[in-house]
């Protein structure tokens, strides 16, 4: 089916379950469940399809945000802030390759923040 009828389920599924315009929201899932429904459903799955289903729902006045947290940092001292992927799951990546999203600066745990307050993020290296 259309993309756009699976973002539009489940940003309904997401604000049945509470969350709404205007919201922050963090997000961290295992998205396998969601994608499996989407199949039942007969909607094409992707981590994409859901980072846009929550965006769309918060709608440019709510903040999501995502931890994109590095373990492999201790052992290879590599952290490139604009990079280095997420070793959290699929819909983090996503949210990491999304345009205009703001990174905090920890090696080992940092943060992608998409909408109103990510400029607020800026800079924030979470470090201490």
Do not use: C
Not at 17 to 24: P, R
Not at 31 to 56: C, E, H, V, W
Not at 63 to 76: A, C, D, G, Q
């Amino acid at each position: 089916m259309h993309e756009a009828s699976a973002i539009k389920a489940l940003s309904d599924d997401w604000k049945r379950a509470g969350i709404h315009e205007g919201d922050t929201v963090l997000i961290q899932s295992d998205i396998t469940r969601t994608m499996l429904r989407l199949i039942k459903r007969g909607f094409k799955a992707t981590p994409q399809n859901i980072l846009d289903s929550f965006l769309n729902t918060v709608t440019q006045n709510g903040t999501l945000i995502f931890p994109l947290f590095n373990f492999s940092f201790p052992v290879t001292k590599h952290f490139d802030i604009r990079n280095t992927p997420s070793q959290m799951g699929a819909l983090t990546e996503a949210a990491r390759r999304y345009p205009g999203a703001v990174r905090t600066g920890h090696p080992i745990y940092s943060f992608m923040v998409i909408g109103k307050q990510a400029k607020l993020f800026e800079g924030v290296d979470n470090v201490s």
